[in-house]
């Protein structure tokens, strides 16, 4: 008898622990890793927000998945060339030029909510913006020209040529790094 009391306490820890894992909730899973780094799930679900607040629409997971990493790529080269980033100021400034861009503040704030993000998380995706978006103005605008004539045609002259710059670059960087992406394209 004492034999089958021995295998209870077992029994009741295998219940226990079925019964843990039964309850156990995925909180965020890895879409990719670049070099040692890793892009969260948690990461793409945010900036899909932000482009909903921004644009009312956002990119497919995978498109916004690539966008990471390319920040990745801007960022890591920021960093290394100990490039400033924003002050709150400035943050702040790029916020309310967000809230600005919309035709009330009623619309921005139903916007927003339809977003789930918080004044918190809009900060820091305007942060990120700035420090990302100044680095590659920095890097790459001494090698545009725009004289007088050219103020007219400056966005097809100026911007594009910089967009261009930043992709090239960006796909060179791309091939030198070991990226391995685990999110499967949902179709979204």
């Known amino acids: 008898m004492p034999r089958y009391w021995s295998y ?5 820890l295998l219940a226990l622990a079925a019964t843990c894992a039964q309850s156990q909730e995925l909180l965020d899973q890895i879409a990719a890793r670049v070099e040692s780094d890793i892009i969260l799930l948690s990461e793409v679900r945010t900036l899909s927000r932000y482009q909903m607040l921004v644009d009312g629409k956002a990119e497919t997971d995978t498109a916004i998945l690539d966008r990471l990493i390319d920040q990745w790529i801007v960022r890591n080269e ?19 030029h967000l809230q600005a861009s ?17 004044d918190k998380e809009i900060q820091h995706a305007v942060a990120e913006q700035l420090y990302l978006s100044n680095y590659l103005d920095s890097r790459f605008r001494p090698a545009v020209q725009v004289d007088a004539k050219q103020v007219e045609d400056f966005y097809q002259q100026a911007v594009v040529p ?23 394209d949902s179709g979204k």
Not at 8 to 12: D, I, V, Y
Not at 162 to 184: C, G, M, T, Y
């Open 78 to 96: 920021a960093d290394t060339a100990r490039f400033p980033h924003p002050t709150d100021v400035e943050i702040a400034h790029g916020v309310e």
């Open 162 to 184: 910089i967009n261009e710059q930043a992709e090239v670059w960006l796909k060179e960087s791309r091939a030198r790094l070991h990226v391995e992406k685990f999110l499967k």
């Open 102 to 118: 919309f035709a009330s503040p009623d619309e921005y704030q139903a916007r927003k909510k339809q977003s789930g993000l918080s």
């Open 8 to 12: 209870a306490p077992a029994g009741a």
